[in-house]
């Protein structure tokens, strides 16, 4: 099974509001109920703190157009069925 670089970064997309939303839940949860389980809170900020650097730096060094060299937004990027650079028109990611 092949994935294009757009099916990736759409996946980076999802994988790091995922993760934020993930942890933010744990947060909150862990004010309200104080969770016993310490080795298992701090494994998964470690985890997400990880899986978050990995999805910013993919962010910041691939979300670009490989013809003009112009960053991409998240929103444009998500919005996209198939890759056409909205700022030169060049159609393979």
Known sequence: ???SRLQFAKFIIWLQ???ASGVSFLLIFDMFLRFQ???GVLGFL?????????CVLYMKLQFKCPACKRKLKV???RA???FICPHCGWDQF
Do not use: P
């Open 46 to 54: 470690i985890y997400a703190t990880v899986i978050e650097l990995f």
């Open 37 to 39: 389980n310490r080795r």
């Open 1 to 3: 099974m092949y994935i």
């Open 75 to 77: 929103s444009q990027i």
């Open 17 to 19: 509001e995922g993760t």
């Open 80 to 82: 996209m069925d198939k």
